[in-house]
């Protein structure tokens, strides 16, 4: 019996010391889930986006037309009470429309520092609890965040967002981007409503009388204008 124990000693410590070594050929994404759990491979972009939302969290995002040269870059949100406007809030700090980066991401100044122009804005919402927002803008040269507040005065009251398509900059000019309103109430039907069009470039007066049946909302626009 003690011989057969060495005996199979041996065997694993040779096994071992002896191994063999291959090359891993599976995908990043079969190494990741190698029994296939997560169903990558049949879960779209828009599921992802649709998990997201389910978890309360948006996410918008919005090219912004080529620039020739720098330009002070703001992001107000004005908040809308019954149709009146209220407090406006600067969102984005770092108020200009270029960014500095380094060529070979060393973060090396002696290989240099480079400038070019953001081309894009992204914002991420997130339902904090039943009183709160919480907003945030992303760009290539940092991010900002806000707190927006709702106001609940109704048991099953709920915000939705809405955006609009048609966003090039023109010079000066405010240009409107998202809208996070409140539903409101119908005192006929006894719900909660809100209805109106989703793409709020496409139908100017759907899009006022949306907003003029929405008790409280906030309106979010950037503006370009020179330095």
């Excluded at 002896?18 to 972009?45: C, M, T, V, W």
């Excluded at 009146?84 to 960014?99: E, M, V």
């Excluded at 945030?136 to 939705?160: E, M, V």
């Excluded at 010079?171 to 996070?180: D, G, I, K, M």
Aim: proline share 3%; glycine share 4%.
């Amino acid at each position: 019996m003690h011989k057969i124990v060495v005996v199979i000693g041996l065997f694993v410590c040779s096994n071992l010391n002896g191994q063999h070594y291959l090359k891993d050929a599976r995908s990043p994404a079969q190494k990741e889930d190698p029994y296939n759990s997560y169903q990558s491979d049949f879960i779209s972009k828009t599921d992802l986006l649709k998990a997201l939302e389910l978890a309360g969290v948006q996410v918008f995002k919005f090219p912004l037309a080529s620039f020739a040269k720098e330009y002070k870059l703001s992001v107000t949100v004005d908040e809308y009470v019954d149709g009146k406007k209220g407090r406006s809030i600067d969102l984005y700090a770092i108020g200009k429309n270029t960014y500095t980066y380094f060529k070979d991401s060393s973060l090396d100044i002696h290989h240099g520092l480079f400038t070019d122009f953001i081309d894009q804005l992204t914002f991420l919402s997130r339902n904090e609890n039943d009183s709160s927002i919480i907003l945030a803008l992303t760009t290539y040269a940092g991010s900002d965040r806000i707190r927006l507040a709702k106001r609940q005065t109704r048991k099953f009251q709920y915000y939705n967002w809405r955006r609009f398509s048609k966003t090039d900059w023109v010079l000066n000019r405010e240009t409107p981007l998202l809208v996070c309103a409140s539903s409101w109430y119908d005192p006929k039907n006894n719900v909660e409503r809100f209805c109106g069009v989703v793409d709020l470039s496409r139908d100017e007066k759907e899009t006022r009388k949306l907003l003029s049946a929405s008790p409280h909302y906030y309106l979010i626009s950037y503006k370009v204008s020179e330095k």
